[in-house]
């Protein structure tokens, strides 16, 4: 079955980085495109950055652009997140998404914690 499990969450201060990891399984991950969402207490959850099936095309949420990273080792099944210059409006629960077999998956999310 699609598994995605994500990690490399934390506590960093503002300004900090992080860098996040979703491993994928029980699908063809070099076939899909990949995605982070993220979903801040008492919000909706919101799309961050897509990543191509190749890589090869990203896009990004405007509140990020600059300052975040989509990326994806297709030999390791992974795709990841860079996160710089983080805000405390950057703390959410980040999730990992693949829509695959007609159906969307979800990991079960990484907690990033943004605070001085």
């Known amino acids: 079955q699609v598994q995605l499990v994500e990690s490399g969450g934390g506590l960093v201060q503002p300004g900090g980085s992080l860098r996040l990891s979703c491993a994928a399984s029980?699908?063809?991950?070099?076939?899909?495109?990949m995605s982070w969402y993220r979903q801040a207490p008492g919000k909706e959850r919101e799309l961050v950055a897509g990543?191509?099936?190749?890589?090869?095309?990203?896009n990004y949420a405007d509140s990020v652009k600059g300052r975040f990273t989509i990326s994806r080792d297709n030999a390791k099944n992974t795709v990841y997140l860079q996160m710089n210059s983080l805000k405390p409006e950057d703390t959410a629960v980040y999730y990992c998404?693949?829509?695959?077999?007609?159906?969307?998956?979800w990991g079960k999310g990484t907690l990033v914690t943004i605070s001085s």
């Open positions: 029980g699908f063809t991950f070099s076939r899909n495109a």
């Open positions: 990543i191509t099936n190749t890589g090869g095309s990203t």
């Open positions: 998404h693949v829509r695959t077999y007609g159906l969307n998956y």
